[in-house]
């Protein structure tokens, strides 16, 4: 084993010394907390979709009444030049 | 779906907890008995893998946890400034995440890197900086610290 590697292992051991206990709670907790962070994501994917649905109805009503494809009658007479 | 998915936490979080806590209070030096931080940190991880659950498509959820740890302590490193009595609390916590992610979890250099946000060649030097900070410190316990340039 090299020079380096050996520094590697030496600081690697002096981590490894003592290990925390797992309290009993954390892997409830943290579901619970993603359990949460998952509905609000949902709510917010869901609010998003339904004000797209809400733009896509509000267009389409416009554009039904106003026709805004409809060429408007002109008003002015062409000119006559002969 | 929902109790599938309970069920399969379960699992992970009973084989991966032991490992992931004692990295995350590697990170935060605190002593392994008093380590609130290291465990709101953790739980804050496991809380966003539990949330992609469904959409992991074949990731590793303990990689994925642990990018996650390791995001959410680069983020908020301001806060572990002070010495706690950890094994790690002469290290800046910038070091303390990359020996914990070189070292401790075998994470190659350039993921590393790519995690960090610095190029490779910095992360090795760093990393070797930190190696030789802990070597000297525990050969000199108590006394000032020879911080040697790498």
Redesign the interface.
């Known amino acids: 084993m090299n020079g380096?590697e050996r520094?590697?292992d030496?600081?690697?051991r002096?981590?490894?010394?003592?290990?925390?206990?797992?309290?009993a709670g954390?892997?409830p907790?943290?579901?619970e907390?993603?359990?949460?962070?998952?509905r609000r994501?949902r709510a917010v994917r869901r609010a998003w979709i339904g004000l797209l649905v809400v733009l896509v109805i509000a267009c389409a009503v416009w554009a039904t009444v106003t026709e805004p494809w409809a060429v408007p009658p002109s008003d002015t007479t062409p000119p006559l030049d002969w | 779906m929902d109790r599938r998915r309970v069920h399969e936490f379960e699992a992970f979080v009973a084989g991966a907890s032991s490992r992931l806590l004692h990295a995350a209070t590697l990170l935060t030096a605190e002593p392994p008995a008093a380590n609130p931080l290291a465990q709101r940190l953790l739980t804050g991880a496991l809380a966003r893998t539990y949330a992609h659950w469904d959409r992991l498509r074949g990731e590793d959820p303990y990689n994925r946890t642990r990018q996650e740890l390791a995001l959410r302590f680069a983020r908020s490193a301001w806060r572990y400034h002070r010495v706690r009595g950890g094994v790690l609390d002469r290290l800046s916590p910038q070091e303390r995440l990359i020996l914990v992610l070189r070292l401790y979890e075998g994470v190659e250099e350039e993921q590393t890197a790519a995690i960090i946000g610095l190029p490779a060649d910095r992360v090795r030097a760093i990393c070797s900086r930190a190696v030789s900070t802990m070597r000297s410190a525990r050969r000199a316990p108590g006394r000032p610290l020879l911080r040697t340039a790498s």
Request: proline share 11%.
């Open positions: 380096p520094k590697e030496e600081v690697r002096m981590m490894d010394a003592a290990h925390p206990v797992v309290p954390l892997g907790r943290a579901a907390q993603g359990a949460r962070l998952l994501h």
